[in-house]
């Protein structure tokens, strides 16, 4: 059973910083893409960032040039290091692994950036 276990979130001041962290357990190697996403309530889930397995990164304009996503495929973990937040960035944020055809998510980590 693979699980997928995020950590991080937490609140901040504006232009503060925070560093996500999703793990991945359980049977579960070679992961091919892996990202992140955010939504808010009442709102469609946005893709924030991901990841290839060969490192190739792509991020949502919103966050470009503030949030960094990395990976570390010997702990099967991904990264997403998030600079100069702003209130809109106030969400849950969800990880996602995807291996073998199939989308693994996490259940999330909130972030809240006051104003």
């Known amino acids: 059973q693979v699980q997928l276990v995020e950590s991080g979130g937490g609140l901040v001041q504006t232009g503060g910083s925070l560093r996500l962290s999703c793990a991945a357990s359980?049977?579960?190697?070679?992961?091919?893409?892996m990202g992140w996403y955010r939504q808010a309530p009442g709102k469609q889930r946005e893709l924030v960032a991901t990841?290839?397995?060969?490192?190739?990164?792509n991020y949502a304009n919103s966050v470009k040039g503030r949030f960094i996503i990395s990976r570390d495929d010997t702990e099967n973990t991904v990264y997403l290091q998030m600079n100069s937040l702003k209130p809109e960035d106030t969400t849950v944020y969800y990880c996602?692994?995807?291996?073998?055809?199939?989308?693994?998510w996490g259940k999330g980590t909130l972030v809240t950036v006051s104003s």
């Open positions: 996602f692994a995807d291996f073998r055809a199939t989308r693994y």
């Open positions: 359980g049977s579960i190697f070679r992961i091919n893409n």
């Open positions: 990841i290839t397995s060969g490192g190739s990164t």
